[in-house]
């Protein structure tokens, strides 16, 4: 599986963002999907999650209520609609697909997700 994360970019406070995360292979369908980031000098961490049917998610608090996670298995592709940002939200972005779709849930941990992809940097202004 390859992962291509795009939309990412210089934005203002306040503004809004769309990422895109395109998968190939046929399996789409099956995968939860995740998105985590790291700023610099920073681990990475969580963003926010999605089940492999779309049903369910979960968002860091720190997003939640500004951030929204969403699947369209048609298109293999997993988005990340990003409002009301903050210079803190700055970092590199990363999509995951996890292997583990027969748990049937949005999956936080890191260590679950086996495919990533290059990262799209999101920098937010103030």
């Known amino acids: 599986v390859q992962l291509v994360e795009s939309g990412g970019g210089l934005v203002q406070a306040g503004d809004s963002l769309r990422l895109s995360c395109e998968a190939s292979g046929r399996t789409f369908s099956s995968y939860p999907m995740g998105w985590f980031r790291q700023a610099p000098g920073k681990e990475r961490e969580f963003v926010a999650a999605?089940?492999?049917?779309?049903?369910?998610?979960r968002y860091a608090d720190s997003v939640k209520g500004r951030f929204t996670i969403s699947k369209d298995n048609a298109k293999n592709t997993v988005y990340l609609q990003m409002s009301s940002l903050k210079p803190e939200d700055t970092s590199v972005y990363y999509c995951?697909?996890?292997?583990?779709?027969?748990?049937?849930?949005?999956?936080?941990?890191?260590?679950?997700?086996?495919?990533w992809g290059q990262g799209t940097q999101v920098t937010v202004s103030s």
């Open positions: 995951a697909a996890s292997e583990h779709g027969y748990l049937g849930v949005a999956l936080i941990a890191e260590q679950l997700y086996r495919y």
């Open positions: 999605i089940s492999s049917s779309g049903s369910t998610t």
